[in-house]
């Protein structure tokens, strides 16, 4: 079975769509599944987990992305499969590949286009069928809400071990994990702020570029900091289960944070991730700093402050993120995507954990 995959990853939008689509090209592949990736080259050097992946990964030039016919020919003129994650992909582009695909998987999170295809996905909590009915197929399935949060294996894997670890942890460990790109310099901003702090904090940087990488190792030491920097990391979900706050941005690491059980403040950083922030934030999974174009160091030290220093609201923020994503949603959507046939009007909605 042959899937392809179509994302890009950006200054602008992050490195989330990727992030996501690899994850399901990663489940499938272990389901004995070809998946073939098509971006751009300057996409894949923006995130660099994609070419060190064991998939294919396709190149066209920038003016062929939105050609449905070059994405044909660039897939081999056929699949079993095909998932879209893009923004500016729709109606039209999904309907020009029915000739050569057999099905079509959508994943979204605005709900404000038109689809052609069979299965669409939007891991947002709080989604609903109204939100999509009239923009899809009536035999279109619905995978609706952070039940179907989109993430890699193992971090269902770890949550066991977060779990426990919450209950008993003092905060002692900060990660400060601002995404694939960070072009905003979060993580800066975030290192001055605890260095501020009156508690002496062990700090762990996940860094997705190696400019961000080669800055924080030197501010870490300019600041007097203790910890350490990861640059590219494949242990990302160990890291998260092993730390105690968390302060990033609020895309999909966000849902990767509530499967772990994670207290996490966080900020906007590109204007897709709004909708998942406010409604994270209103749960109480995930404290919203604000905007990376207006937060300030105060404004970050004095949330990690009162996370650190208020066990109740630590231990209510630890509960609110667990009932939102239990990390297994990746099976979920695997199992409705390896379908044969997808039975005509079936929608599957979940809230929280399922």
């Known amino acids: 079975m042959k899937a392809v995959l179509r994302c890009d990853a950006s200054s602008a939008v992050g490195a989330g769509h990727v992030v996501r689509s690899l994850a399901i090209a990663d489940f499938l592949a272990g ?7 098509v971006t751009t080259e300057q996409h894949v050097e923006i995130y660099t987990g994609l070419s060190s992946s064991d998939h294919h990964v396709v190149t066209l030039p920038p003016d062929a992305l939105f050609n449905p016919d070059a994405l044909a020919a660039a897939a081999g003129d056929s699949a079993d ?3 879209l994650d893009h923004y500016q992909l729709g109606i039209e582009y999904e309907t020009a590949c029915r000739d050569w695909a057999d099905r079509v998987a959508v994943i979204d999170d605005l709900a404000d286009r038109r689809h052609d295809c069979d299965v669409l996905v939007d891991q947002a909590p709080g989604r609903t069928t109204k939100d999509y ?30 779990l426990e ?25 975030a290192l001055l702020a605890l ?22 190792g030197k501010q870490l030491e300019q600041l007097g900091l203790s910890g350490a920097v990861h ?22 690491s966000s849902l990767e944070r509530c499967a772990l059980a994670l207290p996490t403040v966080a900020v906007v ?34 949330a990690i402050e009162e996370l650190a220093t208020s066990p109740s609201r630590y231990q209510r923020m630890v509960r609110a993120a667990a009932a939102q994503c239990d990390g297994s949603g990746i ?11 997808i039975l005509a009007g079936q929608t599957t909605f979940t809230k929280g954990a399922g």
């Open 231 to 252: 640059y590219g990391a494949s242990n990302v979900a160990e890291l998260m289960r092993d730390s105690d706050i968390a302060v990033g941005a609020a895309g999909v």
């Open 195 to 216: 260095s501020k702090l009156d508690g002496s904090y062990e700090v762990v940087v996940v860094a997705g570029r190696e400019a961000v990488a080669v800055q924080a």
């Open 133 to 162: 009915r009239h923009l899809v197929p009536d035999h279109c399935c619905l995978l609706l809400g952070s039940g179907f949060a989109l993430l890699r294996e193992e971090f269902g894997l770890h949550r066991p071990a977060a």
């Open 331 to 341: 099976s979920r959507v695997a199992a409705v995507l390896q379908e044969s046939q």
């Open 81 to 83: 499969l095909l998932i």
């Open 269 to 302: 950083t590109a204007e897709n991730q709004r909708r998942l922030a406010t409604s994270l934030a209103a749960t109480g999974a995930l404290f919203l700093a604000g905007d990376a174009e207006t937060v300030e160091e105060q404004d970050l030290g004095r």
């Open 165 to 189: 670890r919450r209950e008993t942890a003092a905060v002692q460990r900060v990660l400060v994990a601002f995404g694939g790109t960070d072009t905003k310099q979060m993580t800066s901003l």
């Open 31 to 37: 389901q004995g599944w070809q998946c073939w990736f």
